[in-house]
């Protein structure tokens, strides 16, 4: 089967999607632009706890579900600092930063997220999300629906990626997103976003690239296929460059966490943000979540101090490194003009395993920060009585995740259509 354009274009090194979109970024350019909205979604990749991210402490079925996991006030401190919300929940210690912009009014917290007939398969639960389709049928990704009625014509970085893969969330039919994965180089981190070569002959380099540009340069039928992918190739090779010459004239004061898996990938966003001013919808792959084991930790510690553990990292990288980042828009002037969605493709079971873990379950719980949201608390949290769960014994949702979309659809994204994207029309919660 013959390979087309864009199977092409998506397969190939990453610099390849960049060099369809290069030409069209204006240098220079300011990145404030009036009612510039810009939206990064973090995904929470392997089911995050949402019972011990938003801890509903007073509830004795949560005490009882969990004899070991579960959080009393007085351990939901952090250097001194409480994280409990009200007489009903409390964030993990772990997120004393968002605790704080949460005092100040800018986080909202959707309780009881998921879908019908839920999937506790990882795979097909991610697909579920990020094509906001439970059916499995849309090829798509939402935000690459929208992309291609608003998107279209518009810088080919209005919409990046930085991961491992691209996303089923960013797939479109119309637009390419390029898809970055963030390089280990503290000083030029979109060094693996570069035009490859033959990494066995790092020294051969510049001859292996004359090498192509000559034969990419040669003369090809006008409008066959092996024209078109010279021609992208081209436009890569020199499209590469380009990007990192203008990410570079990023400046900051602010200092991103060191040893934070956040950190690169969320700078990478800044970066972005403050030299394209076309540049505003992002996406962020954040792993290890899926805690079936010592979910708390495994020294002695844990019996005096739950903030230690794989849960309680996770949670503390995610909350210093959205601080890190929303501090560093502020300082752009841009604080007005970003809003941060956390995802994850279901949560946990309410009551704990053997191996003082937790395993797959249903509904959870999201955030949604920044200073144009309204802080506080959306949707219900759903019941942990016995009688309410479901027959696999978790909590049932309570807010379709798609609520979610439609308001940041309707409410945030320019010319955003939630009912053609969506394809149906959702309840807003209200958060926008």
Do not use: C
Not at 308 to 328: E, T
Not at 348 to 376: C, M, Q, W, Y
Request: proline content about 4%; aromatic content about 10%; glycine content about 10%.
């Amino acid at each position: 089967m013959r390979t087309t354009r864009r199977q092409f274009i998506k397969t190939s090194a990453s610099a390849v999607t960049l060099s369809m979109v290069m030409p069209k970024i204006i240098l220079g350019q300011s990145p404030v632009t009036l009612n510039r909205r810009i939206f990064v979604m973090i995904q929470m990749e392997g089911a995050n706890d949402g019972l011990n991210t938003i801890i509903p402490y007073s509830n004795s079925r949560y005490i009882s579900l969990r004899p070991f996991l579960h959080f009393k006030p007085e351990e939901m401190v952090n250097n001194g600092v409480s994280t409990v919300i009200n007489n009903d929940f409390g964030f993990h210690p772990s997120l004393v930063e968002l605790k704080g912009f949460w005092d100040a009014g800018k986080v909202a917290a959707v309780l009881g997220v998921g879908y019908p007939s839920a999937n506790l398969s990882h795979f097909s639960s991610t697909d579920i999300w990020m094509s906001a389709d439970p059916t499995q049928r849309t090829g798509t990704g939402w935000i690459g629906r929208y992309a291609d009625t608003a998107l279209v014509g518009k810088s080919g970085l209005s919409a990046i990626s930085f991961g491992s893969v691209l996303p089923r969330v960013m797939f479109a039919n119309k637009v390419v997103v390029p898809n970055i994965a963030p390089s280990n180089n503290a000083n030029n981190l979109f060094s693996n976003y570069t035009y490859q070569t033959d990494g066995r002959y790092t020294g051969d380099r510049n001859n292996q690239l004359n090498t192509f540009k000559a034969n990419s340069t040669r003369a090809f039928d006008v409008g066959s296929f092996v024209e078109a992918i010279a021609d992208a190739g081209m436009e890569a090779e020199s499209g590469a460059g380009t990007l990192a010459n203008v990410v570079n004239t990023y400046q900051s004061s602010v200092t991103y966490p060191a040893g934070n898996p956040l950190s690169n990938p969320l700078k990478m966003v800044a970066q972005v943000v403050t030299t394209i001013g076309d540049a505003n919808i992002f996406h962020v792959r954040y792993g290890g979540f899926d805690n079936h084991s010592q979910q708390i930790g495994t020294t002695a510690d844990q019996f005096t101090n739950k903030a230690i553990g794989a849960h309680a990292n996770l949670l503390r990288f995610l909350s210093q490194g959205v601080k890190a980042f929303l501090d560093d828009m502020a300082e752009h002037g841009l604080a007005d003009n970003v809003v941060v969605l956390t995802y994850s493709e279901f949560g946990r079971r309410p009551n704990e395993n053997a191996s003082k873990g937790t395993d797959h379950g249903e509904a959870s719980e999201l955030f949604v920060i920044g200073n144009a949201i309204k802080g506080g608390f959306f949707g219900a949290q759903p019941s942990l009585e016995a009688t309410a769960l479901s027959r696999a014994g978790n909590p049932v949702f309570t807010t379709d995740f798609r609520q979610v979309y439609a308001e940041i659809l309707d409410k945030w994204l320019p010319n955003g259509d939630s009912p053609g994207v969506l394809n149906s029309t959702f309840n807003h919660l209200g958060f926008l």
